[in-house]
């Protein structure tokens, strides 16, 4: 139990996805102009990438280890299936959420394609298998990092609709201030480091 | 089995399997979404302006098709937008009415003074909420411009203290009528050419003695018109914008002055050879 409580600290804290490990920024810069938006991409993200860790962490146990399926080690190729399935994935979701769910695909329906890029997915799939997380380890950790994302992308949301409104100086404006905070806020969690190894 | 076969196998499998999974769910978990609704988007705009009352064009074109919304309401696109959607649905373009913006008031600051001197930040709302307004009138233009920035087109002239949109630059999207925190500007139908520039719904005296312009509530413009064109709302006369109608003996009888004729839209666009907009 103790091992679940800290997986979640240390992606949620301590090694951050988004100011640590500095994945999945360009969602992070993208979509924090306002905080409708944020929310919808957080929950977009949760799901892509808790359920991604599970299926990665499938295909890496079953079809690309030694005593896989091909009984042949295929862990050369595993950024390329990894794409391969997040991608479909992805894709299989956004159809099946339509037709089953359609609140929720109203809700997240324009985010969902755009995670099929975010590096952060990508980043849980190849640390599990770093990491050699068993499959319960792996889904906590993916859905910790997501959370680690959200909360990330919501605080930094916060962050650029006050400093828009307070008027920056010219040259500062949008994106040049929105990169500083970022800096700023990724400094405020280093702090963190050495909380969990 | 050679590493270059097993490899081929095992991606090639794992993409088969995905693409697999995703025909069979393209095909079994299919959403029949009406192909008219994107024939109707594509018809559109695209400016997402909401001047429609829908969340973007998108969502009104979904309005049209699933909700019979009416085909008109469309200001930026226009008559040739309208055309396109009407032909495209079957059915005639009726009363495409391009609907523009006015402010209702027309006291500047030579006829309608001021009772202090404000001197916070230019912005319409802040000097509202300033001793009720910096302007002797309460229901006057305050003149600091927040429609005048909320325009998208510019079409908003912010001079001697009073703004004036230009019916030939304004597109009809509305986004100034919520800006304005004494409620003065209005959305009508661009061919309309009397109107009554004021909305105090102070008395007669009262009025009198805060602009030189102000509709003092003496009826007479409403017994000179046909049809009830322009009717009392208390002791503030009112253009009826549903009617099309203008009658020159009572712009010029007005005792406050208030009635004025402004050019309709047609007149004004031909006025503006070259004008650049559509």
Known sequence: MTEYVLIIIGAVLVNNFVLTRFLGICPFLGVSKKLDTALGMCGAVIFVMTAASAVTWLISRFILSADGIFYTDLQYMQTIAFILVIASFVQLVDIAMKKIVPALHGALGIFLPLITTNCAVMGVAILNVQLKYNFMKAVVFGFAASLGFSLALIIFTGLREKIDRANPPKAFQGVAIALITAGLLSLAFMGFAGLVK | MHPVLTTTLAIGGVG???????????????????????????????????????????????????????????????????????????????????????????????????????????????????????????????????????????????????????????????????????????????????????????????????????????????????????????????????????????????????????????????????????
């Open chain 2, 16 to 278: 088969a399997a995905c693409g697999g999974a995703l025909a069979m769910a393209a095909k079994f978990l299919a959403v029949h979404e009406d192909p008219r609704i994107e024939e109707t988007a594509n018809l559109l705009p695209g400016a997402n302006c909401g001047g429609c009352a829908y969340a973007g064009c998108a969502d009104y074109a979904k309005a049209i098709i699933l909700d019979d919304a009416e085909i008109n309401l469309c200001a930026p696109g226009g008559e040739s937008t309208l055309c396109a959607l009407a032909a495209m649905m079957g059915v005639e373009a009726s009363a495409a009415e391009k609907k523009v913006a006015i402010v209702l008031c027309g006291g500047d600051s030579d006829k309608a003074p001021r009772k202090f001197a404000y001197n916070g930040i230019a912005d319409c709302t802040a000097a509202n909420s300033t001793g009720a307004g910096d302007k002797k009138c309460a229901y006057g233009c305050l003149g600091y411009g927040s429609c005048s920035r909320a325009c998208p087109t510019g079409a908003i002239e912010i001079s001697k203290g009073l703004a004036t949109i230009h019916p030939e630059l304004c597109i009809g999207c509305g986004a100034c009528v919520k800006t304005c925190p004494r409620k003065l500007i209005h959305m009508i139908p661009a061919s309309r050419t009397m109107h009554i520039l004021c909305s105090s719904k102070d008395k007669g005296p009262i009025v009198k003695k805060a602009c030189s312009v102000g509709c003092i509530g003496c009826t007479k413009c409403t017994k000179m018109v046909e049809d009830e064109a322009i009717t009392m709302q208390g002791p503030l006369a009112i253009v009826d914008y549903t009617k099309d109608y203008t009658n020159e003996e009572t712009i010029e009888a007005c005792p406050g002055k208030c009635i004025k004729k402004v050019p309709a839209v047609a007149k004004a666009m031909a006025g503006r050879q070259g004008s650049t907009v559509d």
